[in-house]
C-alpha cells in the first residue's frame, strides 16, 4: 500500500489534537480552585462560581472543535 491509496480526511486527528488544549484547560481551572480553596477553605464558595464558568468556558473551545470538525469533514453539497 502507497500512499496515493490513503483516502479519507484527517479531521479527526486534527480534533483529537485540538481537544488537548481544553483538556489542559479544564485541568488548570479545577487546580486552581483546589489550590485557592485550600489556602483559604472560607472562600470556596465565592471561587466555586469562577470554577463553573471557567470549565463551561474550557469546555465550549472543545465542542466548537468538535462541530467544525464535522463541519469541515464533509464537502460542500
Known sequence: ?????LTGDISS?????????????????????IQA???????AGLTRAYLFMGFALSEAL?????????VFSHPAA
Do not use: D
Request: proline share 5%; glycine share 16%; no cysteine.
Open 1 to 5: 500500500m502507497t500512499l496515493a491509496e
Open 13 to 33: 486527528i486534527g480534533y483529537g489534537l485540538a481537544a488537548i488544549g481544553p483538556g489542559i484547560g479544564v485541568g488548570i481551572v479545577f487546580a486552581a480552585y
Open 37 to 43: 480553596t485550600a489556602r483559604q477553605p472560607e472562600s
Open 62 to 70: 472543545a465542542l466548537f472543535g468538535l462541530a467544525l470538525a464535522f
